[in-house]
């Protein structure tokens, strides 16, 4: 199935090598003509980049230093200062890249040698592309290091050396650039964290493939078009068919949270929403949000929701069109059992958030094996590590796999937040947020997210199309908080009040 009109496809490497073969095989292309091109659009990312001063090309044996030549070519008969360092010796280099060799004017290429680097005013690291594969080798791995080590802004061909195109994982050194030229689509490894820290700004350099290739990317950014698939509000609409949200969660000390969901809910548009918490604490909620619902529920006598509370917990959310379970639950043993018990019961979308989470710590598939309505996970990657125990370093080491690791497990659709959330659907399709809000990097905003989210399931938005929603409004109300101090000292509730702006736009 092709992406959906408002996801901006991502290519793993092997997708690339495919549309390739087929541009060369059933459309005729040259090699050389591809290469040309992409050469030609990484010369212009440069001139626009870095207009002045020594270009130094640090080129590979493959069609990725190949595509370095070409542009040291376009560059030099343009009269700029340019030199090439090759890698591995010119007669070990693929034939299509010592054929661009022959073809370059001026002072001929030498072999690399770190001191050269310090005569750059900017680097072009064409050392690794789409054919590599695993950690850097040597010589390669010591190349990358320096590179990394120069003063000079780095550039990168297509993809920065040391990040892996297809999953954006690291694994040995790799180079931090300034901006990458993506050659026809921008790889996924570009988008997601860490190799997403090393891409820098990505410009998409078009080498004249034609539509109608054979890839069905199944990655891809969530663009602006998700909100114009959210359903406003008209003449006929009544508070319940914009959409009813029950929020079950709080506990002593963890009032807010609940709170925040609540409210964001609200300002995401649902018409109706009703906050589930612990008997004792119903005052706080009741004079802090005007225009909720609240529903006292069974506790322990301490604050905190007590597994006993089943059946009113099922009473409380009859009525809604979506529940968010676990803002603020805590991790007491009797609240846990409750949010175990409850999950499975829930008849309409349900989004589990926090601590909602930790209750489904390592036992995903049998607690959720039994909803016949979708589910959306929001983890951080803590969070995701103790549903799949394993530990939170190794999730960051590898965000694509284990986001999609949970979703397959547990059939539901998980939303690993950071700067680069991803959304995974148990196909294994993902689509990845732009990110770049630092804003939304303090207390709070995980409970946003997931407020936004039950709203958008809440008003019948399909459940992919609903968290990528409710991902993409979250992100630009981050912008839009920040954006009259910049990010710090914004708080989550700057993140709620932004909310009818991101989503008006
Ligand atoms: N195909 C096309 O039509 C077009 C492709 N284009 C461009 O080509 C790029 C892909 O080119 P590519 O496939 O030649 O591979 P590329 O990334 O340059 O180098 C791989 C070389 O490195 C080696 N190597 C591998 N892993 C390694 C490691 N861990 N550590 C060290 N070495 C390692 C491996 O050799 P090995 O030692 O494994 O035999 C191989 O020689 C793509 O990104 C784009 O820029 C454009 O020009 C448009 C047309
Ligand atoms: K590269």
Redesign the pocket.
């Given at each position: 199935m092709s992406l959906p009109r408002w996801m901006e496809p991502l290519l793993e490497a092997g997708e690339m090598?495919e549309i390739?073969r087929w541009a060369?095989n059933e459309r005729t292309i040259a090699?050389d003509e591809?290469?040309e091109r992409?050469g030609e659009g990484l010369a212009g990312v440069i001139s626009r980049r870095a207009p002045a001063g020594r270009v130094v090309f640090v080129c590979?044996?493959?069609?990725?230093?190949?595509?370095g030549i070409v542009a040291a070519r376009v560059l030099r008969q343009a009269g700029r200062d340019v030199e090439v360092l090759l890698v591995w010796p010119a007669e070990w280099m693929?034939s299509d890249a010592q054929a661009q060799l022959k073809k370059l004017p001026g002072a001929k290429p030498v072999a690399f040698e770190a001191g050269r680097l310090n005569k750059a005013q900017v680097i072009v690291d064409c050392v690794?592309?789409?054919?590599?594969?695993?950690?850097?080798?040597s010589p390669?791995d010591q190349v990358i290091s320096e590179m990394e080590a120069a003063k000079a802004p780095v550039i990168a061909?297509?993809?920065p050396s040391g990040v892996d195109a297809t999953t954006g994982e690291v694994e040995g050194p790799a180079v931090h650039c300034v901006a990458t030229a993506a050659?026809h689509r921008p790889k996924v490894g570009l988008w997601v964290r860490p190799g997403k820290e090393y891409a820098g700004e990505v410009d998409i350099v078009d080498?004249g493939i034609p539509r109608g290739g054979p890839a069905r990317p199944d990655a891809g950014l969530i663009g602006s078009g998700v909100l114009r698939e959210v359903p406003r509000r008209g003449a006929t609409s009544t508070k319940f068919s914009s959409g009813n949200v029950c929020i079950i969660g709080g506990s002593r000390g963890l009032t807010g949270a609940p709170a925040m969901t609540a409210l964001a809910a609200m300002r995401a548009g649902a018409g109706y929403v009703t906050v589930g918490a612990p008997a004792s604490l119903e005052l706080s909620f009741t004079v802090r949000l005007l225009e909720a619902m609240v529903v006292g529920l069974p506790e322990d006598g301490d604050g905190h929701l007590d597994a006993s509370g089943l059946e009113p917990v099922l009473k409380a959310v009859v009525r809604a069109d979506a529940v968010v379970l676990g803002p603020g639950l805590s991790k007491n043993p009797q609240s846990q059992a409750l949010a175990r018990a409850v999950a499975p019961r829930i008849d309409v979308p349900l989004v589990v958030d926090a601590d909602g989470l930790n209750a489904l710590a390592g036992q995903l598939e049998e607690i959720l094996a039994g909803r016949r309505w979708p589910t959306v996970l929001t983890p951080h990657a803590g969070e995701l590590g103790r549903l799949l125990e394993v530990d939170s370093a190794e999730v960051e080491r590898s965000r694509l796999r284990h986001v999609r690791e949970a979703a397959a497990i547990s059939k539901a659709f998980v939303v690993l937040k950071g700067d680069d959330t991803l959304v995974a659907a148990p196909s294994g399709r993902v689509a990845i947020s732009r990110g770049r809000a630092p804003g939304l990097a303090t207390a709070g905003t995980g409970d946003v997210l997931s407020g936004v989210i039950g709203a958008m399931l809440a008003k019948g938005m399909p459940v992919a199309q609903g968290a990528c929603a409710g991902v993409y409004a979250h992100l630009r109300a981050g912008q839009i908080a920040a954006a009259p101090h910049g990010p710090d000292g914004v708080i989550a509730s700057d993140v709620i009040a932004s909310l009818p702006a991101a989503l008006s736009a």
């Open positions: 090598r390739d060369i090699v591809l290469m992409a590979g044996k493959g069609n990725n230093g190949g595509d693929g690794l592309g789409t054919g590599s594969s695993g950690k850097p080798r390669a061909a297509d993809v050659f080498i």
